[in-house]
């Protein structure tokens, strides 16, 4: 079935470090791609969302490109702040079944001053 | 407006005893999602109401687990006889209509079974 593989955490930067949460899918067709994050306390919130290939999504500095050729949609971010500590969450939807998420593990960040 | 809220935020009960876990939409939202995060491992999806009815529940994992939706407000899921495996993180989603990948999700519930 379809799945998703995130890298192991935690990963940890020092404020202001260039991050790379890698992210690569296997399915049939052509599904959608999301990366969630989850805040200390919080529930899981949507980051940013690419529909097809070649698609960027992008919001609060973070972007990833959805690479159809190598299965890929990985996160990164410029410059991280202590605020974007969290658990990132990688995620697909069926192009059939656009309703049921299909998530990795999940990947703790972890900045510091 | 209120977010998706979850009750408890915690409960650990024994192996064999039964637990409901409660779910509130966001008002006005017709499909809610229940899904489970096992320590350290992915979230799978467990299922799908649109409004009252079930639109899939093919992540169900055996029949110890039922899930309501009574009125098509609040969900809840109950676990009978809890065992060992069930432990983890219950988390419940709601969207309104059809958009793609946006789903508020609550904070969860942590189950212990002990």
């Known amino acids: 079935g379809d799945s998703v593989t995130q890298m192991e955490g935690p990963v940890t930067l020092s404020e202001e470090a260039f991050l790379t949460i890698n992210c690569t899918y296997t399915?049939?067709?052509?599904?959608?791609l999301f990366w969630y994050v989850q805040y200390p306390g919080e529930g899981l919130q949507l980051l940013l969302k690419?529909?097809?290939?070649?698609d960027k999504g992008s919001n609060k500095g973070f972007e990833a490109t959805y690479r159809k050729e190598t299965t890929s949609f990985h996160l990164e971010k410029g410059s991280v702040q202590v605020s974007d500590s969290a658990v990132y969450f990688c995620a697909l939807s069926e192009p059939y079944n656009t309703d049921k998420l299909i998530f990795g593990t999940g990947t703790r960040l972890q900045v510091f001053p | 407006e209120a977010g998706v809220t979850q009750f408890p935020s915690h409960s650990v009960i024994e192996k064999g005893q039964t637990v409901t876990l409660r779910c509130d939409p966001i008002?006005?939202?017709?499909?809610l999602y229940w899904y489970r995060r096992v320590m350290g491992k992915e979230i799978k999806f467990l299922l799908h109401?649109?409004?009252?009815?079930?639109?899939?529940e093919s992540g169900m994992p055996n029949n110890r687990f039922l899930a309501e939706r009574t009125g098509g407000t609040y969900s809840t899921l109950k676990v009978q006889p809890a065992e060992l495996e069930d432990s983890g993180v219950y988390f419940c989603?709601?969207?309104?209509?059809?958009?793609?990948?946006?789903?508020?999700f609550g904070p969860g519930t942590r189950l212990t079974v002990l």
């Open positions: 399915a049939t067709g052509y599904p959608s």
């Open positions: 008002s006005g939202h017709d499909n």
């Open positions: 989603a709601s969207s309104r209509g059809l958009q793609l990948g946006k789903q508020y």
């Open positions: 109401f649109v409004k009252e009815s079930k639109q899939d």
């Open positions: 690419a529909t097809k290939a070649d």
